[in-house]
């Protein structure tokens, strides 16, 4: 079965611990991506990348680091320097990145089940 | 101007009627729309894309494109409660942009 995986589904972080949240796909899609989920609220971009070994900052990257040394995994570290990390995380992967090209689903993402953090 | 908007809701409709979910964007070089689906504590799940102006039906689900108006929506017929959930609009452009999403509830 082709997919998106992320483990753990909940994990529990005391106050000033790093944590990393796991993300594989077996899709064979070249960009991935991390969004953070709060109650209530829309996705927001964390980082992405659209290729091995490079990525970008998404709109609330403060606190959080990514690494991209494989293309079937994009591991999401939160760190202690973010303040408020209780929430619903989400990775996605798409075939490629958006760009000027002709229209299609190309750019259609598919998310994981997604990691429920709670900061003790 | 944020750059993909959708009313929030909730939007109320009863069991058997129509749905209609609407999104505007804010670059005029968009190319690709999505619609997703997200239940309540569950990751995002596609429901339909468009590309060319007009209607595209799937089943219960129509999603309309206008790119003159910059605007997109979803239609869903013969609503059900199984359809009680937030609807997200994505716009691929520039970059993959996600709207707030509009949470819609059927009641029985």
């Known amino acids: ?120 | 101007q944020k750059e993909v908007e959708q009313n929030s809701g909730p939007l109320s409709v009863p069991e058997g009627a129509i749905a209609s979910l609407n999104c505007t964007y804010s670059d005029r070089g968009s190319q690709s729309f999505f619609w997703y689906r997200q239940y309540s504590g569950k990751s995002p799940e596609l429901i339909m894309f468009i590309y060319s102006n007009g209607d595209k039906e799937d089943g219960r689900f129509t999603a309309q494109l206008n790119k003159a108006s910059q605007y997109v929506s979803l239609l869903i017929r013969d609503s059900q409660p199984s359809d009680s959930a937030t609807y997200l609009c994505a716009v691929s452009g520039q970059n993959f942009v996600f709207g707030p999403g509009t949470r819609l509830s059927v009641l029985p």
């Open chain 1, 1 to 120: 079965d082709g997919g998106i995986t992320q483990s753990p589904k909940y994990l529990f972080r005391k106050e000033g611990q790093n944590v990393t949240l796991s993300c594989e796909q077996n899709l064979n899609h070249d960009a991935m991506y991390w969004y953070r989920q709060d109650p209530g609220q829309g996705l927001r971009l964390i980082y992405y990348s659209q290729i091995v070994n490079d990525f970008q900052k998404g709109d609330i990257a403060e606190g959080y680091s990514v690494s991209r040394e494989k293309k079937e995994s994009f591991p999401l570290t939160v760190t202690s320097a973010q303040k408020n990390p209780t929430a619903f995380y989400l990775c996605a992967s798409s075939i490629g990145a958006p760009g000027p090209r002709e229209p299609s689903s190309y750019n259609e993402q598919f998310f994981g089940p997604g990691t429920r953090l709670t900061v003790l």
